[in-house]
């Protein structure tokens, strides 16, 4: 009597089921990294500009990098805010395909602004300290003689 085949052999089967599960988490990775990075990113850099030196203007404090411009700051943060709440909503609903997919793509346009925004501050505080003369403000000396009239 000869065995009868149903298929594929225990040791076929589990390793075809391996390699699709790697498969399968290879695309997670792929899919799921770029979400995961913002949440990281955007979380830091909300909390480094916190955390640095604060100048007050017009009432409010803003970091010194955007000292001169504060709505700079503010539609740093926002943008920040969204691509956090985008990747993360993208993390909790997987199975969803179109909210998915536009807070995938919210969450990318907001960080890529997030990041134009601190490129373009940190650009014009370079350039406006690079092609600014240094204003030295020289006071005058007053020398004062003491003289005895006696």
Same mark, same amino acid.
């Given at each position: 009597?000869?065995?009868?085949?149903?298929?594929?052999?225990?040791?076929?089967s589990i390793k075809s089921e %391996?390699?699709?599960?790697?498969?399968?988490?290879?695309?997670?990775?792929?899919?799921?990294?770029?979400?995961?990075?913002?949440?990281?990113?955007?979380?830091?850099?909300?909390?480094?500009?916190?955390?640095?030196?604060? @100048?007050?203007?017009?009432?409010?404090?803003?970091?010194?990098?955007?000292?001169?411009?504060?709505?700079?700051?503010?539609?740093?943060?926002?943008?920040?805010?969204?691509?956090?709440?985008?990747?993360f909503s993208t993390l909790l609903?997987?199975?969803?395909?179109?909210? @998915?997919?536009?807070?995938?793509?919210?969450?990318?346009?907001?960080?890529?602004?997030?990041?134009?925004?601190?490129?373009?501050?940190t650009a014009l505080a370079g350039? @406006?300290?690079?092609?600014?003369?240094?204003? %030295?403000?020289?006071?005058?000396?007053?020398?004062?003689?003491?003289?005895?009239?006696?």
């Amino acid at each position: 009597m000869k065995p009868v085949s149903c298929g594929l052999s225990l040791q076929e089967s589990i390793k075809s089921e %391996l390699s699709l599960s790697k498969k399968a988490w290879l695309l997670d990775f792929i899919a799921l990294f770029p979400m995961k990075s913002i949440v990281y990113i955007s979380s830091a850099a909300a909390t480094f500009f916190m955390v640095l030196p604060h @100048e007050m203007v017009d009432g409010n404090p803003v970091p010194a990098l955007f000292k001169d411009r504060p709505t700079a700051y503010h539609m740093f943060l926002v943008s920040a805010l969204l691509a956090f709440t985008g990747s993360f909503s993208t993390l909790l609903i997987q199975n969803k395909s179109r909210i @998915e997919i536009f807070c995938r793509v919210y969450a990318m346009a907001s960080m890529v602004s997030a990041l134009a925004i601190v490129l373009y501050a940190t650009a014009l505080a370079g350039f @406006e300290s690079a092609f600014q003369p240094d204003q %030295l403000v020289v006071k005058e000396k007053k020398i004062i003689y003491l003289s005895s009239n006696s």
